[in-house]
């Protein structure tokens, strides 16, 4: 299994409060994601980096922002969490200039959130 | 925008086939993909499609690929118990690498 863990792996908070989820992998890999799934929507990628300090928008991305300071952590912030954002919160890693890797994206073990 | 769509559930006898449809958006895709999702868990990479093939069979599992009607389907061999989990078809959507998820279909397979 690709080496990437997310923490907290559960959150239960309050409206209004800022929460950091983060992201850590061990493999290297350049680009990082994070994506929210919730019933009969599947998983909608919230943002992406393609690089140290380098961060795009995804489809869902009103409400987060993100960090990218060293390769191995992307680090996801609601900066007032909103009952909205409750969501289960994964993280993945891509690197496309790995040999036979098909594009595959690499998946972390999730973070759910719960916002009161 | 871009949807990739799929039917919620399916439900399977053991031992029957069980075949799960997907219709994708963008002719460009170049990697077609079927993620798995057990309970609790992230997804991981169940197989996979190149655009230029219509067809891959791995063991228990077949990809059809059907690019002029954007058509894509799992079909899964003697359904076990094991294989009772949401399975998710997924396009590259634009650059790096990013995914575009299907809502997911939810295989329960039953004695």
């Known amino acids: 299994d690709a080496g990437i863990t997310q923490s907290p792996r559960h959150k239960v908070t309050e409206t209004g409060t800022p929460v950091t989820l983060r992201c850590h992998q061990t493999e290297n890999h350049r680009y990082m994601y994070w994506y929210r799934q919730d019933p009969g929507h599947g998983l909608r990628l919230i943002h992406y980096s393609y690089g140290v300090k380098d961060t795009d928008k995804g489809e869902v991305s009103d409400g987060y922002s993100v960090s990218r300071s060293k390769t191995e952590d992307f680090l996801l912030t609601l900066e007032s969490a909103t009952s909205s954002q409750t969501s289960v919160y994964f993280c993945a890693i891509s690197d496309p200039g790995l040999a036979a890797s098909y594009n595959e994206q690499f998946f972390g073990p999730g973070t759910r959130l719960t916002v009161l | ?111």
């Open chain 2, 1 to 111: 925008g871009e949807d990739v769509e799929q039917s919620l559930f399916l439900s399977v006898r053991e031992g029957d086939s069980s075949v799960i449809n997907c219709t994708y958006t963008d002719s460009s895709s170049t990697y077609l993909y079927w993620y798995k999702q057990e309970p609790g868990a992230g997804l991981q990479l169940l197989t996979y499609i190149f655009s230029n093939m219509d067809m891959k069979q791995d063991q228990r599992l077949t990809v059809l690929l059907n690019k002029k009607d954007k058509h894509l389907s799992l079909r899964i061999a003697d359904t076990q118990t094991g294989d009772s989990a949401i399975y998710f078809c997924a396009e590259i959507g634009g650059g790096y690498n990013k995914l575009i998820f299907g809502a997911g279909t939810r295989l329960a397979v039953h004695p």
